[in-house]
């Protein structure tokens, strides 16, 4: 699900917003929807953060679930704007800190006590979980937080534009590169990746062949097959052939369905309403490979549901949790695809969901099977803003690559040695 359409901020972008736990020392506000009626039940209070989601009808769905709970009341944060992740972890430090939040894995989160070991609610259906799932949660064999929707994210584009121009689905960035000069026209760009690309930073590393952090916890980002790819990024940029500054970003499904590109970067959430701007001129691919060593890819992200471990009803929070997102299948299924496509954390929800049997939602699927690949919980926001940087300073300006993630190492060292000591 994406954020709201007229916030050109991305919920789903692959690193989270620099604001995160740094803003943990400074109150902020949050939101003036609060939504805190509340559910029909009594006695034990307990409150919930969500950001705010674009598609209609996903705040009615969470209060509508939340009131059907009634062994306490829960009342719902609504977040708006794009302060979700500030207000989020200024309000962990206050007595009005939420019982239960969603947000995305994070061992940091995990370090500080912050979130509470679920493993004792999840244990008994783990194995109906996507095992990458349950692995991008787990930390020392514990499991923190429950994942609620997975969301691939990858290329769609124009049938018709393409045939036009006669060009091919790329499948090297050298490729996409070509399809995007052979697409600009007066009036359509070739391809838009967001506006200012980081929407593609973690995908870029994996289809370099490369990775965010080893099996170690060290840094495994920093190959040529990396830096090959920033530099084809850096002509992409300059070449004229790539939409810049949208009006919305690749979050939101415009930038296609309005004909300002015939490619676009953007998740499976988009897929309904670009089916029905669209219909059967509309395809989808993976993030072309980079390089000799480069493998295709696809990138998974969604939220994650967490109980505060600091929190004054812990046991409560949990009990909520687990019937929400443990026992109450029809509200998870309805939450994963009455609102957008995406594909259900559970094994047996997903094998039953008729919307992705068939057709482009299928392909997806497939897509996400093939190519997927999911968060590292150690790979936290610091490391992604760091790596944000290197876009920034050897993409969209003409820094040196090598001398860019060299920068990029000595942060991310620094986050490791924190983390692991």
Known sequence: ??????DNFSRRSLFRAAAGMAAAGTLAACG????RGGSGGSGTQLVQYFHAYGEAGTEQAIKRYAAAYKKAGVSTNWITG?????????????AKAPDVFEFH???????????????????PVKDDFNPNDIKSHTVDGKIYGIRMIDDPQFFYYRKSMLEKAKVGVPTTLDELLEAAAKLTTNKVKGVFLGNDFSAIQNVLIWSAGADTL???NQIAYHTDGVVEGLKKLRTLFTSGHVLLDAPTDFWDPSALNQGLCAIQWGGMWSMPAMQKALGDDLGIFPFPKIGSAGKQSVYNGGWSMFVNAKGKNVDAAKEYVKWLWIEQKKYQEDWALSYGFHIP??????????KLKSGLPAEGVKLFSEFGHFDNIAYDQTMQTAFADVIASSVRKNGNPEAALDTCDKKVKVELKKLFG
């Not at 003036?32 to 939504?35: M, Q, R």
């Not at 500080?112 to 070991?117: K, L, T």
């Not at 954390?345 to 008729?354: E, L, Q, V, Y």
């Open 1 to 6: 699900m994406s954020a709201l359409s007229n």
């Open 32 to 35: 003036s929807n609060n939504g």
């Open 214 to 216: 080893d099996a170690n």
């Open 105 to 123: 894995p994070q061992l940091q989160l995990v370090k500080s006590g912050q979130v509470a070991d679920l493993s004792d609610i999840i244990d």
């Open 345 to 354: 954390p559970r094994t047996s929800i997903a094998n039953s969901a008729t």
């Open 82 to 94: 794009n302060n979700f992740e500030s207000a989020l972890f200024a309000a962990l430090l206050t």
